[in-house]
């Protein structure tokens, strides 16, 4: 039995999550029964959307129970298996959680998925192709619904999420423009994920002068955005929507913590008759082989290159998930475990 | 020539509008040219989209000129025609404007339509069977999309729109729950107009106070809300919508005076899936035969029995306008003018 080490979610934020909510502990894994497999973590996926898990409010999805192994994405490798459907040594993508190895049982549809790592990274079955990746498809391709030509926004632009959604929308002949936290952020998104633009969120201390340099970014205006962060961005995006914009509320970061942080102009959904609309992606589980497939072609044939932030060890978990929230990260964050 | 007063835009407002804001003044009406027609104003409608028209501010439409007659919807009878395609006596609906006569060019398309008054009172053609009428069927049936048993949600329901809405609401087979300012509406929208329940948001002066009384008046949640009002409202109703609800944004009445009114939990849009969808009526012509058609039916079959406040006289219009905005109105706010 290989020991185990696990992150559990200790107690619960009281404003800002930190490193002490969480707790470091360390199990036996138990001994396999029929239909079972043991997986051996390769890679943990750290989320925004853990965070709201996080709290113990009404959501969309039950609170992370105190106690217990965090929520998590993980890709991995089949070590023992007392199950027909896998062998060992097959690679899987799971939701094993933040810890080093799980046990699986086969017939939990969906929660094991064989990949195939001849001409994708197992390591971007988190990202671009996986979770992350789809996220960016559905709400480009079945809210935003982009025309080519059209100018087609997204914010934390470097990340999963967003370097999967530009590359989604170049390939749709949209206008592509980022907004990220930094210079170095900016310039990797123009230079190396293929945006037209990226706006430096960090330079502008109000949503009236971050909105100023959309402008310069986006003359003809914004006709698709994806949110993945709220608050002052989300206000600096609504004033430059050009008429029958669309807008995919997927994260709000920037409102996990503490206060809620409100939207300035809602009157703007009238007068530019927009459409905002939120979506979970696990909610829609019949896109994923259409999504997973193009995701994997645009990596397969480089024309999307992931980057990711890599914390190494389960211990280190806690403090990369944390520097996520803050846009420390760049690119995928992911948490290596051999 | 008849003498013709007529309402102009004097100065533009600072804050919140003010009868100073506008003029009355009066002209002769001119001699008609081939192809016009003069029609004689019966009645004036009047409507919360105007107070937007008269800022100088970037909107969907232009800003209502200064010095020339206010924008308004009206209905009457033709007194003088030079054209084939109308003869005196035709009563017709169209655009005519703050004053007591107006000239038409007959082939201004869909400037001057022919109504029939056999079942339907001609002042209803600017209400239940007019635009505010195809405002309720576009938000409901097109972005809302109601099915049996839902609960849907309507501000200012005793209004033009809102008691349209609650009759097409009713028709598919909804619980259909009001919110309107004070005893009277609320006990009208229930009694004469079929809403199962209406809530009085004077009783309440926060959004949370409001949302706890929604919650009883909606056991079950909401799941489609047609937005007239915003702020407190807006915030109130956000709170108990139920995932995947959605809401069609038509008017933000309290936001037209002065500072913008914010959102204050956007996050709720991501948590509950929700989709908000802002829309002008008049982008959508190609819906206004099927609607007009349905809300005609639901008058002349007395299942929709609109209430009217009525003015005297074009001079009257500018302070029942402001009341409108007040929400002192009861039912669609109207101009007599003969």
């Known amino acids: 039995m290989p020991k185990n080490q696990q992150i559990i979610l200790d ?32 890679y943990l996926s750290l989320d925004p959307y853990m965070r709201g898990r996080m709290n113990d409010s009404k959501s969309y999805a039950q609170p992370q129970p105190l106690g ?3 929520i998590g994405g993980t890709v ?14 097959d690679k899987v993508v799971g939701m094993g959680g933040w810890q080093e190895y799980s046990v699986v049982d086969d017939n939990q549809m969906g929660m094991l998925r064989k990949v195939d790592t001849t001409h994708v990274p197992l390591s971007h079955y988190l990202g671009a192709v996986g979770m992350p990746g789809v996220t960016a498809w559905y709400g480009l391709v079945k809210i935003i619904e982009p025309k080519a030509g059209e100018t087609i926004v997204v914010s934390a632009a470097t990340g999963a999420v967003g370097s999967a959604y530009g590359a989604l929308a170049k390939a749709r002949g949209c206008r592509v423009v980022g907004i990220a936290g930094g210079p170095d952020k900016c310039k990797y998104a123009v230079d190396e994920l293929g945006f037209d633009a990226c706006v430096d ?3 502008h201390k109000d949503a009236a002068s971050l909105s100023k340099a959309l402008k310069e970014a986006c003359p003809n205006g914004i006709d698709g955005y994806f949110e993945n962060v709220g608050g002052m961005v989300l206000d600096a995006v609504l004033l430059r929507m050009n008429a029958f914009g669309r807008i995919a509320v997927c994260g709000m970061i920037a409102g996990y913590d503490g ?6 102009y809602p009157a703007l959904i009238l007068v530019n008759r927009l459409k905002i609309q939120g979506f979970i992606v696990s909610e829609h589980m019949e896109v994923w082989p259409e999504a997973l497939k193009e995701l994997g072609t645009l990596v397969a044939t480089g024309k999307l290159r992931p980057r990711e932030s890599v914390a190494q060890g389960i211990a280190a978990a806690p403090e990369a998930f944390l520097g996520l929230l803050k846009g420390k990260n760049f690119g995928k964050q992911l948490v290596k475990l051999v």
Not at 76 to 89: I, N, T
Not at 259 to 264: G, S, V
């Open 11 to 42: 107690n619960r934020p009281t404003a800002e999550a930190v490193v002490s909510n969480f707790k470091l502990v360390s199990s036996e894994t138990p001994a396999l029964k029929d239909g079972q497999v043991l997986v051996r973590h390769h």
């Open 68 to 70: 217990e192994v965090m």
């Open 76 to 89: 991995g490798e089949v070590v023992e298996s007392k199950s027909a459907k896998f062998a060992v040594g």
């Open 201 to 203: 969120y960090k330079l």
């Open 259 to 264: 206060q809620p942080l409100p939207l300035t």
